[in-house]
Each structure stands twice: as C-alpha cells, then as structure tokens.
C-alpha cells in the first residue's frame, strides 16, 4: 500500500515565477488537506478538497494561491508568483472520508524562494 | 474556534527516563484529538488519537495520552525513552461536527539525550 505521495520534495524558485505541488492521495482516498508549515512553527490548514470540489479554503491566502483536485490524476496545489515569504514545507493529507478517519500525511514539499 | 497550546517548545530528557509532553484545547465545542510525530525532514505520522470512549489512549512506540476535559487537556507520556524518540510532536485537534481540517500546536521538540 503506497502511502501519501507527493512531488517533488524539494523546488527551488526565484520571486515571480510559479511553483506546483502535486500530491497523490492514499489508494482508496478521496478527500485531500493542503497545509503549510513554516520554519519553526506548527502546520497550518490551507485548503480541503474532495474530487472535483473545493470543500473549505478558509486558509488559503486570497491571492496567487490556488488548489485542485481533478477527477483523474493527482491534487496540484499552485502559487503564482512567488516571493520569498512562500517559502515552507507544504504538506498534503489524505483520508477516506470523515473526521473519525486519520489523516495521512505525505513527505511534503520544501519550497525555496531565492 | 478551536486552538491549542503546546506550552513546552523544547523538552531535553535524558535515555530511559519518562517524559511528558503538555497539550492543552481551546474549543466551545467536543473535539477529536491527535498526536503526530515529525521526524526531520520527513511527513507526520500518527502516534495516537481520541475520538470518544476511555479517556487513555494507547499509541504506536510506547506512547499514552490521557484526555482530560476539565483541564481540556490532552498530555503525551512515555514510561522510557529512547535515542530513536528525538523528533518534533504536534499535538491537533478537529471538530467532529465541522470541517475535517486539523488545528495545529506549534510543536514540541524533545531531545533525548545518552
């Protein structure tokens, strides 16, 4: 059973360019969570999305950040030009269902903005 | 909203002595909480949970919380560490009526020392 995947692990941008985190859930799991964490603080909750729907993006900032999760193929998480303030760990959970169901975090993605 | 308080931002205890690690909930509401371990520069992983029932919850390595609603508390313990037991641990909670998304401690760094 391959767990939460996510690529790549670790991306490097300069101020302005766009960066794109994809993750791939768990077999059998159709909800997926966006969270940030950065240096030296816990993780913070971006976005939640099942299969072709955004369910909650309360924390997602208003601008230059997006999220999908297509029917087929892996969730993206996008930020369009980045500055260096975007720079952290992005981390993607996955989970069958309800909140009685454990998360499953993948790796994460280590952004670096020069 | 809920929030929670890892008050101990590092804890250093030396080889095979017990350690306690403090979490303490805010929420106008019941919760489900959690205890993730992070080990560096990997993902989370699940050391234990509580939705409902016995207020002791057992975990994987030899870890224990016990969920005290009065003093809305959710403490991690080991009888004895390990060398292996240094990493970060995030204590989280969720509204089981609400949103699926975790709320995040800042985090615990303990350090077990030989």
């Known amino acids: 059973n391959a767990g939460v995947m996510q690529n790549p692990r670790h991306l490097v941008r300069r101020r302005g360019q766009e960066a794109r985190l994809r993750c791939s859930p768990m077999?059998?799991?159709?909800?997926v969570y966006w969270y940030r964490q950065l240096p030296e603080e816990g993780l913070k909750f971006m976005v939640y999305?099942?299969?072709?729907?955004?369910?909650?993006e309360s924390g997602m900032p208003k601008e230059r950040f997006s999220a999908e999760f297509p029917k087929e193929g892996p969730s993206i998480l996008r930020i369009q030009q980045v500055v260096r303030g975007d720079s952290a760990a992005y981390f993607c959970?996955?989970?069958?269902?309800?909140?009685?169901?454990?998360?499953?975090f993948g790796p994460g993605t280590r952004l670096t903005v020069l | 909203a809920q929030s929670v308080t890892q008050l101990d931002s590092q804890v250093p205890v030396f080889e095979e002595a017990p350690v306690e690690l403090r979490c303490n909930y805010s929420?106008?509401?019941?919760?489900?909480l959690f205890w993730y371990v992070q080990y560096p520069n990997q993902g989370l992983q699940l050391l234990l949970k509580?939705?409902?029932?016995?207020?002791l919850v057992k975990g994987i390595n030899g870890f224990e919380a016990e969920f005290n609603k009065s003093q809305t508390s959710f403490h991690l313990r080991k009888p004895s560490v390990h060398i292996s037991d240094t990493a970060e641990y995030f204590c989280?909670?969720?509204?089981?009526?609400?949103?699926?998304?975790?709320?995040f401690g800042t985090g615990t760094r303990l350090t077990v020392i030989p």
């Open positions: 959970a996955s989970s069958p269902g309800t909140p009685r169901n454990t998360q499953y």
């Open positions: 077999k059998g799991h159709s909800h």
């Open positions: 999305l099942q299969k072709e729907n955004i369910i909650d």
């Open positions: 929420s106008s509401v019941s919760v489900y």
């Open positions: 509580y939705l409902s029932g016995s207020t």
């Open positions: 989280a909670v969720s509204d089981p009526a609400g949103a699926n998304n975790l709320f």
